[in-house]
């Protein structure tokens, strides 16, 4: 395993619309533990993989309760709506109020090749929501209501 740099704003990679992946194979899970690595390394609770330089619909996410893997991840239900702080490893020190719908259900491979669903809410729906933009080639720093500096 290994910790991969992260690409920052500005990066054409950033803007990509990311591929579909055709099958999970032995390259591609040693990209998700990678991508765990890196996340866990930065302290971060979500890592799209455009954001290590590569175009393809893979995220890893831990909001607290253990790691998620997603494959091709695809939102199939949203309700609700919620106002908050994000911020993203790919714009180091920039914080913006994001709004973001309150639950999601998303439909995902998982590193078995096995299809899953999930269904999330409040911190966990807002980190699967900025993670699929991600995949759209969108940013938080995008769509945020307001931006803000970290305060130091
Ligand atoms: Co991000």
């Not at 914080?95 to 090749?113: C, I, M, P, S, Y």
Request: net charge negative; glycine share 10%; aromatic share 4%.
């Amino acid at each position: 395993m290994a910790s991969l740099e992260i690409k920052k704003a500005g990066n054409p990679v950033l803007k990509e619309i990311c591929k579909p992946v055709d099958r999970v194979d032995s390259k591609l899970r040693k990209l998700l533990d990678d991508m765990a690595d890196t996340l866990y390394d930065a302290n971060g609770v979500g890592l799209a993989a455009p954001q290590v330089g590569i175009p393809i619909r893979v995220v890893v996410i831990d909001v607290g309760d253990g790691l998620i893997e997603m494959v091709n991840p695809v939102i199939r239900y949203k309700e609700g709506e919620q106002l908050g702080a994000e911020g993203c490893l790919s714009v180091p020190g920039i914080f913006g109020d994001v709004k973001r719908a309150e639950v999601v259900k998303v439909e995902f491979t998982d590193r078995k090749n096995k299809r899953k669903v999930l269904t999330g809410s409040g911190l966990l729906a807002r980190c699967i929501q900025h993670e699929l933009d991600h995949l759209e080639g969108r940013l938080f720093i995008d769509i945020a209501e307001s931006l803000r500096r970290e305060e130091d």
